[in-house]
Structures are given as C-alpha cells and as structure tokens.
DNA sequence: GATAGTTGCATCAATAGAGTCGCAAATTGT
DNA sequence: ACAATTTGCGACTCTATTGATGCAACTATC
C-alpha cells in the first residue's frame, strides 16, 4: 500500500492535498447550508463536480469524511493540553484553547459528532469522559461550586465553546480567557436569586 | 372575510386545527432532520400528504408558517414579563421562564428566525433590542459585572437558553432559576485566572 | 336526510440531485 | 520530451421529492 517511487508520492501528496481543499470547502459551504448539494460544494472548493465523487464515492462519505477528520483535530486538541496531569485550571484554559482553535474552522464538522460512525463516536466518547474527569477534578481541587450539578456545569461549558466558536472576534487565547472567566464567575456582580 | 354562521365557522375552526397539528408534526420531524420529506412529516401529522399540500402552498410556506408562529409566540413570552417596568432582575427570570417554555416545544422553529421573512426578522429585531435594553439597564443597577462586554453578556444569555430549553430534565421554572444563577455567579467558587 | 367542507387515495408531471462514464487537456515528475 | 496521473467537461441514468388533480368517502351542521 505504501508508495515505492518517489514520483508516487509527490503524486499521492496532490491527492491528498485536493482532497483537503474539499474537505474545507465543504465546512464553508456545508457550515452555511447544511442541505447544500455537491455541486454548490465543488464550486466553492474550485474543482469540478465529478472529481468530489472520484474523491468521496457519496455524499455520505465526503461527510463522514469531514466527521473523521474534525473528530481527530478535536481529539489533539484535547491530548495537548494533558489533562491528566495538569492542574485542573491550567488544563481547562489549554483545552477550550485548543478546542477553540479547531471548531472556529470546522464547526460544522464537529457538530457532526452524533451522526458520525463508531469509530468517531467512540473518540467523542472517550473525550467526554476525560472532560467529566477533568471536571471531578476541579471540583475537588475547589475550583467548582460543589452546589452545582456536574453534568449541568460541563452542559454549561459546551455552551459557552460553542458560541465563543461562533463569535469571531478575538484570538483563540483572547475567547479562551473570557469564557473560562465567564464559567468561573458569571456576568453578574454577585447577588443571588435564592 | 370573518364567518357569518355558525356552521361556517366550526368547519374554520376544524381547519385550524389541523394547520395546528401539522405545524406541531413539523415541529417534531424537523427539529430531529431539517431535511426530513414532505411525505414523513404528514406520517408524524397522522394525515396524507395531500392535505399538507392543501394547507400550505409548497414547504417553503410550511417552513415560513412555521417561523411565522414561533415568532409570536416569541414575542408573547417577552411581552408577559413587562421587561421595561419590572426590576431587572425580575424581568430576566421572568423571561427566561417565558422564553424556554416556548423553545422547549419549539425549538427548531425558532432557530429558523435568521432565515425567515421581514416581518418575523423585525420582531426578532425588536426583542433583541429590548434584551440589549433590559442588560444595560441590569447592568447600571449594579447586577451584572462592568467590566464584561454587554455583547458577550448577551450572547452567553442565548447559548445557556438554547442549552437550557435542550435539557428537558427539569420544569421551565426549574431551568430558568438554574440558568439565571449559572449565568450571574458562573460555576466557579470565585477564583480568578487573571 | 341533504349539504358543504374536508380528507384519503391513486396518479400524474416536473424537477433536482446523486452517481457514473469516456475522452481530451493539463499537470507533474523523470 | 515522455509517461503517469489527475482534472474538467459533457452527457447520461436513476431516484427521491415536490406539487397538482380528480374522485369517492367521511363528518358535522342544519
């Protein structure tokens, strides 16, 4: 399967590399029109629309395709910051970094998580466990509220990636710091509805 | 236009009722896949695709009225909680309350706001800035933080609602209460990162 | 029971989109 | 310059969906 020659790996480099400029194309187009046809998607990436099904046999593959590949940035994007081992604090402000970084260019992508197939809702599994970890974590470090229901707070923090992801006008690091600030201390000065 | 008997008018109140139904149907099917046929959401509806078509002019018009109705009943929510004469802190919860109640049934045809005609996008318009209002007025009244951006403060508001109105595990009240807590003091114990 | 309105069903045409194929032209490495 | 590969283009089939229509059956009201 691995390539003998050298011509086939420059060859095989150029593959990839339109297979990658699909794969963009189709978050931009895909990310505005989730019902968008292939041909709209072929436009935006700049190539014909008969060579997006030499790439991708469907359209069912170009999107899983686009799960698969979101799903492994995600996936680094979580390692790097070593959850395990870094303190809570640390960690949760590398991760929603990182995560950021990744789901401002493919949003559409990562919301594909629950539509994807075994392998990649495995990882997102996986990662939500880790994210649950992270989560015991602080809270026992005293970082989190301990009147507060976990499973809200990591639903509370989704939210906030979710839409910092969207709002574009910042640096990853910049919407990393308010939002962390933002899930720590909330936007009001400190009264308390009960 | 408006009935002069009385059979006239049961045989109108019969049809709304089924322009009801099926909006509800839609409702369902769409919020589960937007790209869900004409033909599933009148098996959800519980009547033949025919009557769908008879009732509204094409799916565009289905998906319109949609929004159409989302909207007021939108506007309804925000209207009950009297944002302008009411304490600040008051006036949010109240609508938050209002607004999930809404958005819990009706989520995807509130999410069609952005795509929907001038009228519908003047009411969102509207409330938007009576939202941006009812901050600024929080804000002077010392119950949300100055030095957080009233745009940010907005858009965190609208992600814990459209979480919120998500996770159905607990009655509106119960939501908005939680919601408006998270959303004021955070989920931290009031630790910093700067 | 007569009547007006509504619905279900079968059926039709029109359309858009997915997916396939062959061939000429362009690209790229050697 | 040559060979391998990829691409664009045009044409094609096939299928799903939309939207329209005529007719018989049903329902509620009078």
Redesign the interface.
């Known amino acids: 399967m691995k390539e003998t020659t050298t011509s086939t790996r420059a060859l095989r480099s150029d593959s990839e590399r339109t297979v990658h400029t699909i794969l963009e194309a189709a978050e931009r187009v895909l990310s505005r029109n989730?019902?968008a046809s292939m041909e709209q998607i072929a436009e935006a990436a700049g190539v014909a629309r008969t060579t997006v099904h030499r790439r991708f046999a469907s359209r069912d593959a170009l999107v899983a395709a686009m799960a698969s590949w979101a799903t492994r940035r995600f996936a680094e994007a979580v390692d790097a910051a070593h959850p395990e081992t870094t303190p809570p604090?640390v960690a949760l402000?590398q991760i929603t970094a990182n995560v950021l970084r990744v789901k401002i260019d493919w949003s559409f992508a990562m919301s594909l998580a629950l539509t994807a197939d075994r392998e990649a809702a495995h990882v997102h599994a996986d990662i939500e466990e880790r994210c649950e970890r992270l989560f015991v974590k602080a809270r026992e470090a005293?970082?989190?509220?301990a009147d507060?229901?976990p499973a809200?707070?990591r639903?509370?923090?989704?939210?906030?990636i979710?839409?910092a992801a969207?709002?574009r006008d910042a640096d990853a690091d910049t919407l990393a710091?308010?939002l962390?600030?933002?899930?720590?201390?909330?936007?009001?000065?400190?009264?308390?509805?009960?």
């Open positions: 989730p019902a604090l402000y005293g970082v989190l509220r507060v229901d809200w707070a639903r509370v923090y989704y939210a906030l979710h839409e969207q709002s710091a308010r962390v600030d933002t899930l720590l201390r909330g936007v009001g000065t400190g009264q308390s509805l009960t």
